[in-house]
């Protein structure tokens, strides 16, 4: 089974595996420290994406990237897809731009936290979600741009052929030939005049 589905993730598109590793690296990074330091008190902590001033913004990041990753992994698994087809792109654009907006949101609260608490400071956690929510959030960008240049050019492909009538062959010379009509034989001579013998009167 394990093997099935990793043949399957291989086969997809450069792209497609490109912006799935950055949705998965942005959701691993919510687990690592987004800030640390020594806290109030003289103790030294750590905080995760889904603790501190942030936690809803970080809890609202996993489920975000996870749901990008769940849109690729649930049809390969033989599973029922979450969005049509057709608007799968857009709805991983918008959820990836929606997460990179949060993280960003995110770092500017931690980073105004640690001017106010000079002992603490920001962690490679953070860097490491959004990282991997912009690379998400390009490849996202990519294939929407893609599939929307592919419906263009559906779009104005389709009355071209609707217009476009096949040529018959032309048939060979010897057949043009026999087919053309012939001249009209001449008419038949006029019969000649039949001679008629006058016998003499007796």
Do not use: C
């Amino acid at each position: 089974m394990a093997k099935t589905f990793l043949r399957k993730v291989a086969s997809l598109e450069l792209e497609e595996q490109i912006l799935n590793a950055g949705a998965a690296v942005a959701l691993v990074g919510v687990f690592f420290p987004w800030v640390g330091g020594e806290w109030l008190g003289g103790e030294t902590v750590a905080y995760p994406g889904f603790r501190f001033y942030t936690s809803f913004l970080g809890i609202a990041v996993f489920f975000l990237e996870l749901f990008v990753l769940l849109i690729t992994i649930i049809p390969l698994t033989g599973g029922p897809a979450l969005v049509r087809r057709h608007n799968r792109n857009a709805a991983r654009l918008l959820a990836t731009s929606q997460a990179t907006i949060l993280i960003l949101a995110s770092l500017s609260v931690l980073t105004k936290t640690t001017l106010e608490f000079a002992r603490m400071e920001l962690r490679f956690g953070i860097y490491v979600s959004l990282i991997g929510s912009l690379v998400a959030l390009l490849y996202s960008f990519l294939r929407y741009q893609d599939q929307k240049r592919r419906e263009v050019q559906d779009l104005f492909q389709h009355p071209e052929e609707a217009l476009l009538v096949p040529l018959r062959p032309l048939p060979p010379q010897s057949s043009v030939q026999t087919a053309l009509p012939t001249e009209p034989p001449p008419p038949p001579e006029a019969p000649q005049p039949e001679e008629h013998r006058t016998h003499p009167h007796l």
